[in-house]
């Protein structure tokens, strides 16, 4: 069983950064692939990134070219970091990991075992 926790999340102005962590319980978070999802109000959860047990990365168009992922395995942590933020960017985001796991669909919500809390963030127009 893991435990995910996420921090970091805030209120922002647009044009700002924000970097999120989500710290893992559990002693082999290198062979998890990690993700990142987020729901804004009245909307389904959506993909947002994802990062792999060999840091191959993956991003939603929506968050390309302005987000990075990232993991440190020594700290059992993957971090989010956003960047040139808009208000579109509202939500509640949420860590998603699955155990060595291998497969394509790394943007479905289904293909991922443990999810943490949300930690919300908020960027003003």
């Known amino acids: 069983q893991v435990q995910l926790v996420e921090s970091g999340g805030g209120l922002v102005q647009a044009g700002g950064s924000l970097r999120l962590s989500c710290t893992a319980s559990g002693r082999t978070f290198s062979n998890y692939r990690m993700g990142w999802f987020r729901q804004a109000p009245g909307k389904e959860r959506e993909f947002v990134a994802a990062?792999?047990?060999?840091?191959?990365?993956y991003y939603a168009d929506s968050v390309k070219g302005r987000s990075a992922i990232s993991r440190d395995n020594a700290k059992n942590t993957v971090y989010l970091q956003m960047n040139s933020l808009k208000p579109e960017d509202t939500a509640v985001y949420y860590c998603?990991?699955?155990?060595?796991?291998?497969?394509?669909?790394?943007?479905?919500?289904?293909?991922?075992?443990?999810w943490g809390q949300g930690t919300q963030v908020t960027v003003s127009s």
């Open positions: 998603a990991a699955v155990l060595a796991y291998s497969g394509s669909d790394y943007y479905s919500q289904s293909a991922y075992s443990y």
């Open positions: 990062i792999t047990r060999w840091t191959i990365t």
